[in-house]
């Protein structure tokens, strides 16, 4: 079963987004477009469901998660710690606007748009906290180091993976329009390629999560402020069409 699950995981996180994405729309009764304002919260709902499935698949593969995220106390160090964020930066922030600018002539504004401010208070701590358990875990963590393990094959334990850590973005939020989904996957697939291979070379979890968890909380705070002024919003969207 190792070798199923180490080429099937990576692909159900995208399906996991395109489900409960549209899920989400068929009850609250809103058209996919309405629907990617929540785009935060479904991410929130996918990463629970996304961490229970790896507790399960560890335990029947006789290890636990824990072992699976492998934290050493110590391990890492602040340099290496921001040297990450700075990365991430640099590779998110370029990817996204120089794609954006490619496909639509302008950066959309789609994934700060304005929630209740209830949701959006408490997402700026929950999206954070389980998207480093489950993304990282999943696509680093298991797939990378299964597949290795089962073909020995460097470069395919790396792009394989990878490939689809960037296109489970494209169905965040979940919206049928080829733009938005190759805009998304274009804007992650460079810095999801660089991050696979420093995790490769270091197989260090725990500083990467740290990272991945600032920068989402920096998008969860950027949620909270339009939520908190809508008319913040509608500048940044005037000033990015």
């Not at 636990?64 to 922030?93: A, P, W």
């Not at 389980?130 to 395919?156: C, D, H, Q, S």
Request: glycine letters at 6%; one cysteine or more.
């Amino acid at each position: 079963m190792m070798k199923v699950y180490a080429f099937t995981l990576p692909l159900f996180r995208s399906i996991l987004f395109i489900i409960v994405g549209v899920l989400f729309a068929i009850v609250t009764n809103q058209s996919l477009e309405q629907a990617s304002q929540w785009w935060s919260i479904i991410c929130t709902v996918s990463n629970i469901i996304s961490i229970a499935v790896l507790m399960v698949i560890c335990k029947s593969e006789g290890t636990t998660y824990k072992e699976l995220i492998g934290y050493q106390r110590g391990q890492g160090n602040l340099k290496y710690t921001l040297f990450i964020v700075m990365v991430m930066l640099i590779l998110g922030m370029g990817g996204m606007y120089g794609f954006a600018f490619v496909i639509y002539g302008y950066v959309p504004v789609i994934m700060v748009q304005p929630i209740s401010v209830w949701f959006a208070l408490i997402n700026v701590i929950f999206l954070p906290l389980t998207v480093v358990f489950a993304e990282l875990p999943l696509y680093f963590g298991y797939a990378l180091n299964r597949i290795e393990k089962i073909t020995g094959n460097k470069i395919l334990s790396i792009v394989y993976p990878m490939f689809f850590y960037a296109l489970q973005h494209s169905f965040i939020p979940v919206l049928f329009d080829w733009k938005h989904i190759l805009f998304r996957f274009l804007s992650f697939f460079p810095l999801m390629f660089v991050l696979g291979i420093i995790y490769y070379k270091k197989r260090e979890l725990q500083p990467l999560m740290i990272g991945h968890a600032i920068l989402d909380f920096a998008t969860g705070a950027q949620i909270l402020m339009t939520s908190l002024s809508p008319a913040l919003f509608e500048i940044m969207k005037a000033m990015n069409t």
